[in-house]
C-alpha cells in the first residue's frame, strides 16, 4: 500500500518555465512533508519542509504547497535552471516525534535548455 | 567537511555471505538512519538511531543488524546475504530527527548473486 504517490515518473521542462512536481498521499496523520533532490550516484539533498499546520512555504526558487482536504502537495520550481535536472523525492512523517519517513518512488525531472 | 562518509561504494556479494556496510558523520548529530531503495522505489528505512546506544527498527529491517557505540559512527550489518538486499543503501544523519534536514551519504551499491 503505497503511502505517498508521485504518480509521473518524469517531468520535461524548458529553462526559465515552472516546473510543478506533485504528491499525493492517503494518511490524514502525516504531519510533516518534505522534499529531496537526488543527482544519480549521490545521496539525497533536502531541499525544502512544510508543517501540516502551514498550506505554503517558500524558499528562493523553491516553494510547497499543501492542500489537506486533497491530500496534495506540490513543489514549484520558478525559474527552473538546468541545475534542478534530477529526481524529486516527496516524503511525508506520520506523528510528531516519529523518526520514520514515507517517500514516494520519485519524479525524474529534466530542464531542458 | 565530510558530512555523511560510507564505505565501501560498491559491492558484490554471493548468497550466504555476509558484510558490514560503514557509515560515519562528523557533524555531531544525534540521530542517524539506514535506507535502501530498490529500482524506480523510493527510500526505506531499515533502521534508525537516535543517540549512542540506541537502535530501532524501520519498516523493513528483516536480514539486517545494527550497532550503535559511538555519535560518529553507525554500521549496518547483512548477516546471510540474499538477492532480495541486492540494492543502493543510503546512511543519514540529522540533528535534531526526521522533520529537520537530514544529511545522505554517497550510497553503497550491493549486489547479491
Known amino acids: 500500500d503505497q503511502q505517498v504517490k508521485q504518480n509521473s515518473p518524469s517531468l520535461s521542462v524548458q529553462e526559465g518555465r515552472i516546473s510543478i512536481l506533485n504528491c499525493d498521499y492517503t494518511n490524514s496523520m502525516f504531519d510533516y512533508f518534505l522534499w529531496y533532490k537526488k543527482y544519480p550516484a549521490e545521496g539525497p539533498t533536502f531541499l525544502i519542509s512544510i508543517s501540516s499546520i502551514k498550506d505554503k512555504n517558500e524558499d528562493g526558487r523553491f516553494t510547497v504547497f499543501l492542500n489537506k482536504s486533497a491530500k496534495h502537495l506540490s513543489l514549484h520550481i520558478v525559474p527552473s535552471q538546468p541545475g534542478d535536472s534530477a529526481v524529486y523525492f516527496c516524503?511525508?512523517?506520520?506523528?510528531?516525534?516519529?523518526?520514520?519517513?514515507?517517500f514516494g518512488q520519485g519524479t525524474r525531472l529534466t530542464i531542458n535548455p | 567537511n565530510a558530512g555523511v562518509t560510507q564505505t565501501p561504494k560498491f559491492r558484490i556479494l554471493k548468497i550466504g555471505q555476509s558484510m558490514t556496510l560503514q557509515c560515519t558523520q562528523d557533524?555531531?548529530?544525534?540521530?542517524m538512519y539506514w535506507y535502501r531503495q530498490d529500482p524506480g522505489m523510493g527510500l526505506k528505512l531499515i533502521y534508525y538511531?537516535?543517540?549512542?546506544?540506541?537502535?530501532d527498527k524501520g519498516e523493513v529491517p528483516n536480514g539486517y543488524n545494527v550497532s550503535r557505540s559511538t555519535t560518529e559512527d553507525f554500521p549496518l550489518r547483512l548477516e546471510l546475504a540474499a538477492p532480495s538486499q541486492t540494492s543502493v543503501y543510503f546512511c543519514?544523519?540529522?540533528?535534531?530527527?526526521?522533520?529537520?534536514?537530514?544529511?545522505f551519504g554517497q550510497g553503497t551499491r550491493l549486489t547479491v548473486v
Open positions: 538511531s537516535v543517540g549512542a546506544g540506541i537502535t
Open positions: 516524503a511525508a512523517r506520520a506523528i510528531q516525534g516519529a523518526q520514520k519517513l514515507v
Open positions: 543519514a544523519s540529522s540533528y535534531e530527527g526526521v522533520s529537520t534536514e537530514a544529511f
Open positions: 557533524m555531531n548529530h544525534n540521530y
